[in-house]
Nanobody
Framework: QVQLVESGGGLVQAGGSLRLSCAAS????????MGWFRQAPGKEREFVAG???????DYADSVKGRFTISRDNAKNTVYLQMNSLTPEDTAVYYC?????????????????WGQGTQVTVSS
C-alpha cells in the first residue's frame, strides 16, 4: 500500500514557476514508477510527466522543456518543477504511483493516487 500527499500548488502569474512535491509512504517507494497527471475543469485527466525507479523520464509534449520531474528515493518524494507557466497549465495536479517499472501516460496503469493540488496560473 502506498499513500501519496501532494503539496506546492497555488496561484502564480503567467511566466512564473512552481514546484510540486509528492510525499509517499511505504517502504517500497523506490520500486514504483511515478507520474504526474492534471485535470482542468471540464477536461479529461491528462498525463504530464513520469519517472521510472532509476530516473528515466517522459513528458507530455505540452510541457517538454518547461517542466522537470525528479525523485528522491531516500526521502520518498517525487517533484515536478514547473517553469514558464501559462494559463493553460491551470488544473488540479495529481501524483500517482505505478507498480510497473516504467512510467506510462495511461492513467489506468497507476495503482495509487494522491488527493491533488490546485495550480492556478493567472494571465
Amino acid at each position: 500500500q502506498v499513500q501519496l500527499v501532494e503539496s506546492g500548488g497555488g496561484l502564480v502569474q503567467a511566466g512564473g514557476s512552481l514546484r510540486l512535491s509528492c510525499a509517499a509512504s511505504g517502504r517500497t517507494f523506490s520500486a514504483y514508477a511515478m507520474g504526474w497527471f492534471r485535470q482542468a475543469p471540464g477536461k479529461e485527466r491528462e498525463f504530464v510527466a513520469g519517472i521510472s525507479w532509476i530516473g528515466s523520464t517522459d513528458y507530455a509534449d505540452s510541457v517538454k522543456g518547461r517542466f522537470t520531474i525528479s525523485r528522491d528515493n531516500a526521502k520518498n518524494t517525487v517533484y515536478l518543477q514547473m517553469n514558464s507557466l501559462t494559463p493553460e497549465d491551470t488544473a488540479v495536479y495529481y501524483c500517482a504511483a505505478s507498480r510497473y517499472s516504467m512510467p506510462s501516460s495511461d492513467y489506468e496503469t497507476y495503482n495509487y493516487w494522491g488527493q491533488g493540488t490546485q495550480v492556478t496560473v493567472s494571465s
